[in-house]
């Protein structure tokens, strides 16, 4: 067996079905950044020679990110963070998401969609908006770990919305797509389409609007966004358009830090952050894959694929049934990440038949869009972070003058008065973005994300297998091909398909493979449908002496060091 730096299987070598095309991962000693824009990554490492920190340069980042890729993000969505601080060698976790407003009760909000003859809460308009919590989430981070001035932070993309940006490949796509959806919304046209049209690739695209706001913002910090003129445009659009959040609701927003939570995994310590996310379903699925030997099964095989699409099956039925607000209800995270537990639910699995009715567990009590991005400093400081509007660009609602769109995340909720994740004022969603890293041994080793709704903790799940059991470098990792199980159960209330759901393959597995997983009665379709995510990652290496990057080809993305 050929082997090359590091003790990696060439990819000559690997077996028929798992070939697929890759390159280096980025080496360097100081800092590096991978965000899904490569402008983006740029920004940041200007920020970090400039003396900034990793949060600092995450969040100029991000605010790039909300002009150059608003089909994924923007500063009317939401934001989680992972942060890996030297000084105290441990890592702090920050909830930045909205909730829910004031202005409608359950009730009320089951009487407004009964007058639309509707039995969820729409993915558009002003009825799903939450409270946007991304600005409360950069300030707060920037506060504990923050270098330089936010007026500095936000500078580059302040100039880049003035002066203009040539907008890449893959967000010109994506731009176009959301345009056929939202473009008869007050104030879009203006705001994102200023030849009548999504900007083409190449197209110099400015938003003067949303560089007024960033100014705004480094002026006058948070308040500046949850309060004054900009907190009442936000509560007059969502009101004149019939939603729910008030000015009251902005004012009273604030970030949490919570602590994130793990399961140890073949002698890796992954992290994610609690509910309202959906984290614990990728800690979930590697508790219950831990019981098999995927190493021997190897990637891209039939047992393997089919191992990864049964634990899915049940992580995602708790998730339907148990994931949302701890302010609201008791979720049972530590049973529901106990090895007792996943034990017991691994039983439940044949080897040799797909699942066509999946329940959830009994624990005892104790097309969605995203960015992306990680960044690590000279000082061994690294974040994982992730934003979003959630669908696309959002709800369509566009508060006048400010250059972005509000989030829709409240589609998210569900109008059963007795589900745990159900509809209430002051309550966050179910949250699907989700940030994540792994220690070993006490020491950062690995700072990643998946973007892409339900696909998110699945495809955490396959980087980790990939990289603990396959061997793969965190390039190869994130490039090879991606397996998407569709059809769960949901936490908003919809059913699990009754079939079992689909398993959807990208294009680089065998022929082999896909006919011995229909023959074991899975629903299989092999097509490049553009939702298997976009990831980022920085590693570490145990002597601590070099960042190692990778972004993969799914998007526009770059890692990059110095």
């Known amino acids: 067996m050929t082997m090359y730096c590091g003790g990696r299987v060439a990819l000559a070598d690997r077996p028929v079905g798992a070939q697929f095309a890759t390159r280096s991962e980025i080496i360097a000693t100081r800092a590096m950044a991978a965000t899904s824009q490569p402008l983006a990554t740029q920004i940041a490492l200007d920020v970090l020679r400039a003396g900034g920190s990793a949060v600092d340069a995450a969040i100029a980042a991000n605010a790039a990110l909300g002009l150059m890729e608003p089909t ?136 003067p609007e949303l560089a007024d706001t960033y100014a705004a913002l480094a002026a006058g910090g948070r308040d500046a966004f949850y309060e004054g003129a900009v907190a009442e445009r936000i509560a007059a659009a969502v009101r004149e358009q019939g939603g729910f ?190 940030p994540a890293f792994v220690t070993r041994d006490g020491k950062p080793f690995l700072s990643f994300g998946v973007m892409g709704g339900a696909m998110q903790p699945q495809g955490h799940v396959q980087i980790i297998v990939n990289i603990v059991d396959f061997g793969m470098n965190l390039q190869e990792a994130g490039d090879a091909p991606r397996l998407r199980h569709d059809g769960s159960s949901e936490p908003d209330g919809q059913p699990a398909d009754a079939r079992g759901g689909r398993v959807v393959l990208e294009p680089g597995f065998s022929a082999e493979v896909v006919a011995a997983l229909r023959a074991r009665g899975h629903i299989v379709e092999v097509v490049n449908d553009g939702d298997f995510g976009g990831y980022q990652a920085i590693g570490r290496d145990a002597a601590g002496s070099i960042y190692l990057g990778a972004s993969e080809s799914r998007k526009d993305g770059q890692a990059a060091g110095y």
């Open 245 to 434: 959040v008030t000015a009251a609701d902005l004012a009273a927003h604030r970030s949490d830090w919570v602590e994130p939570v793990s399961v140890n995994y073949r002698g890796y310590e992954v992290w994610e952050l609690p509910p309202n996310g959906q984290g614990i379903a990728a800690l979930q699925m590697l508790n219950v894959l831990e019981g098999y030997d995927l190493a021997k099964l190897g990637f891209g095989s039939a047992d393997y694929l089919h191992l990864l699409t049964e634990a899915k099956k049940l992580a995602f039925e708790d998730r339907a049934k148990f994931y949302a607000d701890p302010a609201f209800v008791e979720v049972p995270v530590g049973e529901l990440l106990s090895k007792d537990y996943a034990a017991a639910r691994r039983a439940g699995i044949s080897l040799q038949r797909a699942a066509t009715k999946v329940a959830a567990g009994t624990p005892l009590l104790d097309q969605a869009d995203t960015i992306y991005l990680t960044v690590a400093d000279a000082d061994g400081n690294i974040v994982s972070l992730i934003q979003s509007n959630y669908r696309g660009m959002g709800s369509g609602v566009i508060p006048q003058g400010l250059g972005f769109i509000l989030q829709n995340r409240g589609e998210q909720f569900s109008v059963d008065p007795g589900h745990a994740n159900a509809y209430a004022s002051g309550k966050r969603p179910f949250h699907t973005i989700i």
């Open 72 to 207: 994924g993000c923007g500063i009317g969505g939401d934001l989680f963070a992972i942060v890996w601080d030297a000084e105290t060698s441990r890592l702090y976790g920050l909830n930045g998401s909205g909730r829910a407003g004031s202005g409608a009760s359950l009730s009320e909000l089951r009487a407004a969609l009964q007058k639309q003859n509707l039995e969820r809460i729409p993915p558009r308009g002003a009825m799903p908006v939450t409270v946007p919590g991304a600005v409360d989430a950069w300030f707060t981070l920037h506060q504990r770990f923050g270098k330089l001035p936010m007026a500095e932070v936000l500078q580059p993309a302040i100039h880049y919305a003035r002066d203009g940006f040539p907008v890449s490949e893959v967000i010109a796509h994506y731009w176009g797509r959301n345009a056929a959806v939202l473009r008869d919304y007050p104030g879009f046209g203006a705001t994102f389409l200023p030849r009548g049209r999504a900007p083409m690739k190449g197209e110099i695209f400015r938003n």
